[in-house]
Antibody, heavy 121, light 111 residues
């Protein structure tokens, strides 16, 4: 069974850097076909993809946020880290990490964390 | 790829059918056979969960009253015999290329 859990600060000051941790179990990011993404949701708004990493270290960032995002991992501890610089109040929202089952160059998010609400103020 | 859903909200009588439309700004057809389109639902206070992948394949554990259809850039999620537990916001997502993009969501309420 795959589980995902986000952790990190829930309050960040404007211009500061946010670092979130995604701790997962039930798979390893070194296993073929595995992938994890960060997705966020502003209050009352739709889902927004942020960043994505495949098992072979192919990392994809949202073009609108590239430059502010960095995705790193600790495979031995089954953790994924998202760093977002220069935080702004518009970045307030719930941040999710989600496991992506991949196949035929596509896939779907089949396991999500509960999310962490980050307020920029 | 821009994803556009309609309607933005839907009020349904229990036991009735509901239908949500999703259009993509380009075809989601791949390998001349598969459409890379997923459907998710976010129930109140919960994280999203997958319903449909490859446009019409139900994810594990999803009731068979949910079905997906469509081709090219036009897709539909149908809920047959809506139940009270189906309330939530439904999102389509294209999985053809990164950045993965979601529709704006359709809020389903029960009358």
């Amino acid at each position: 069974q795959i589980t995902m859990k986000e952790s990190g600060p829930t309050l960040v000051a404007p211009t500061q850097t946010l670092t979130l941790t995604c701790a997962f179990s039930g798979f390893s990011l070194s296993d073929s076909g595995m992938a994890v993404a960060w997705i966020r949701q502003a209050p009352g708004e739709a889902l927004e993809y942020l960043a994505f990493i495949y098992w072979h270290d192919d990392i994809r960032y949202s073009p609108s946020l590239q430059g502010r995002l960095t995705l790193t991992k600790d495979t031995s501890r089954n953790q994924l880290f998202l760093t977002m610089t220069n935080m702004d109040p518009v970045d307030t929202g719930t941040y999710y990490c989600a496991h992506f089952t991949s196949f035929r160059n596509t896939g779907y998010f089949d396991s999500w964390g509960r999310g962490i609400l980050v307020t920029v103020s | 790829i821009v994803m556009t859903q309609s309607p933005r909200s839907l009020s349904v009588t229990p036991g009735q059918a509901a239908s949500i439309s999703c259009r993509s700004s380009q075809s989601l057809l791949k390998h001349e056979r598969y459409h890379y389109l997923n459907w998710y639902v976010q129930k109140p206070g919960q994280s999203p969960q997958v319903l449909i992948y490859l446009a019409s394949s139900r994810a594990s554990g999803v009731p068979d009253r949910f079905s997906g259809s469509g081709s090219g850039s036009d897709f539909t999620l149908n809920i047959n015999r809506v139940e009270a537990e189906d309330v939530g916001v439904y999102y389509c997502m294209q999985a053809l290329e990164t950045p993965w993009t979601f529709g704006q969501g359709t809020k389903v309420e029960i009358k």
